[in-house]
């Protein structure tokens, strides 16, 4: 299985993101395997996260704050050091959705291909 495959379902939309695109509620139950994939991707964000250098760490940071279903403009970041950066990013990973997750898996995809 490819790193897409396994990012993106192989090519297919999820139920919840058809859904949403649809026009339907924006809360929409996730699937048993939509939940499975969050997990998966989850664990693999927060092991690939720590080998990223610390400026894109930041910009994960960011890229998961904004992700989380705030009703206002998420706060500014504080200067972290590397650790409080790890513990940060591994918080943030448990307060946001589906689409979130995809877009911080996205994030990491490319910060590896640019490093090769």
Partial sequence: MSCAEFLFGG?????????????ERSMARPSGSEIRRLI???????????RLPTVQQR???????????WK??????PEMSRGELVRAIRWRLGTIPLQGV??????????HRRRR
Avoid: N, W
């Avoid at 297919?12 to 026009?23: F, K, N, V």
């Avoid at 998966?40 to 720590?50: G, N, T, W, Y």
């Avoid at 910009?59 to 279903?69: G, V």
């Fill in 11 to 23: 090519g297919q939309y999820p139920p919840a993101a058809e859904r949403i695109s649809r026009g």
């Fill in 40 to 50: 998966e991707l989850r664990e693999m964000i927060k092991v690939e996260s720590l």
């Fill in 59 to 69: 910009h994960l940071l960011a890229l998961l704050e904004a992700a989380r279903p």
């Fill in 72 to 77: 206002t403009d998420p706060p500014r970041l």
């Fill in 102 to 111: 995809l877009d911080a898996a996205r994030f990491i995809e490319r910060a």
